[in-house]
Structure formats: structure tokens, C-alpha cells
């Protein structure tokens, strides 16, 4: 069965995960607002950077 592509959104979800788990193994616990608004602040970015790199002649 052959493994399928991770998405860019996996990746960053991915990244974020291990982000959240070093924070608490340094003792350091985010309240749920501020994971939320850091989430919300990667996808945007994230898309951002998708929107930069598109070809300016297909647009």
C-alpha cells in the first residue's frame, strides 16, 4: 500500500504538536486562547505564502 503525501496543513499541524510539547515539558502551559490564536496565525501565513509563490501570469 503505498503511503500517502502529507499535506502542507499536516505538516504544520505536526510542527505545532511538537511545538505545544516542548513547551510543556519546560513547564510552560499556553491557555487555550493563545494555542487558538497561534493556530490561526500559522494557516493564515501559511496561505499567505501559498498566495505569494502562485505564478503572477495565471492570476
Known amino acids: ?3 500517502r ?3 502542507e496543513l ?3 499541524a505536526m ?3 511538537q511545538y505545544l510539547q ?3 515539558q519546560e513547564g510552560k502551559s ?3 486562547s493563545m494555542i487558538i490564536q497561534q ?3 500559522a494557516i493564515m ?3 499567505r505564502q501559498i498566495y505569494l509563490n502562485q505564478d503572477v501570469d495565471t492570476m
Do not use: D, G, R
Open 45 to 47: 501565513k501559511h496561505e
Open 22 to 24: 516542548k513547551e510543556k
Open 30 to 32: 499556553l491557555p487555550l
Open 15 to 17: 510542527q505545532f504538536a
Open 39 to 41: 493556530i490561526i496565525n
Open 1 to 3: 500500500m503505498a503511503k
Open 10 to 12: 499536516e505538516k504544520l
Open 5 to 7: 503525501k502529507e499535506t
